[in-house]
């Protein structure tokens, strides 16, 4: 909301302009990808620069468009982070793309965050676009995804991208394992109305701590139902329900509604204790 819609509107015109008539392997107009990007850094709630780099980021490596050019139009610290993810992207997919590589390139780029930010915005658009490719490559990306990204979300803390990039890669290594997990969660029978009642039974007993708390599902992505199928040898997806407590108000009382939720659990039985 607080974002500067005439600079937003100027760099989506300028990247529209510089890939028209590039088409992505989807068979979309390319200007697809980069206002996808934007959109999924927008939802992260980054600043106006990290928008407006995202919608660029490709023009510099795809287009007649030079960094010079960008930075003229829009400051150095947007180009900055365009070469910032061109550089990755180079070092990446390159011949020379060992691990220890990509290690010191992500140390290069982390020195200015949001590179990594839009890149891993990047990539879970390609991701979610991955059928256009041939299942050789959706294998070979997913991989990488799974070897360098997925870790790169987890020391960012970025759990939102984390989780989906998770289920894509499973969808893309393991096509049974995800359709498993997936026809489960279309089809479980209860599961909601089980949940409405571990929330209020969950409520009921922060209400006699005196605590202040907001207690909701937490619906779990398929890859973290599917971990917990293979680690437990199940022949059938498994899972258990999830529920989180938000607090309002001192340290302490975490430590106590943890306690009111564990004296919850264990009067509806093992399965809701966890």
């Not at 028209?20 to 989807?26: A, P, Y």
């Not at 990539?123 to 070897?147: E, F, G, K, P, W």
């Not at 960012?156 to 969808?171: F, N, S, T, Y």
């Not at 509604?257 to 966890?274: F, H, M």
Request: charged residues 25%; neutral net charge; aromatic residues 6%.
């Amino acid at each position: 909301p607080g974002g500067d819609v005439t600079l937003l509107r100027r760099a989506y015109g300028i990247a529209e302009q510089m890939h028209r008539g590039q088409m992505r392997k989807s068979g979309e107009p390319f200007i697809s990808h980069p206002l996808a990007v934007a959109q999924i850094l927008a939802d992260l709630g980054m600043d106006t620069t990290t928008l407006v780099a995202a919608l660029l980021h490709d023009t510099v490596e795809d287009t007649s468009y030079t960094l010079g050019a960008l930075e003229r139009d829009f400051g150095s610290e947007v180009a900055l982070l365009v070469d910032g993810v061109t550089k990755f992207d180079k070092v990446f997919y390159g011949a020379d793309a060992e691990a220890e590589t990509i290690r010191k390139m992500i140390v290069s780029a982390g020195r200015d965050v949001r590179v990594l930010v839009i890149k891993l915005a990047d990539r879970l658009h390609n991701m979610r676009t991955l059928d256009a490719r041939s299942r050789s490559s959706q294998v070979r990306i997913a991989t990488a995804t799974r070897d360098v990204l997925i870790p790169l979300c987890d020391r960012l803390g970025i759990q939102a991208l984390k989780r989906e990039l998770e289920d894509w890669v499973l969808r893309a290594v393991n096509p049974s394992g995800y359709a498993l997990v997936d026809d489960y969660v279309r089809h479980r029978k209860g599961w909601d109305e089980h949940l409405v009642k571990v929330t209020a039974a969950v409520d009921t007993e922060l209400s006699k701590f005196k605590i202040t708390a907001n207690v909701t599902p937490r619906p779990r992505h398929l890859y973290s139902i599917w971990k917990d199928t293979v680690n437990g040898n199940f022949t059938e997806a498994y899972d258990l329900p999830r529920v989180v407590i938000i607090v309002d108000g001192p340290d302490t009382d975490c430590y106590a509604a943890l306690g009111a939720a564990t004296c919850c659990g264990r009067r509806r039985g093992p399965r809701s204790s966890r």
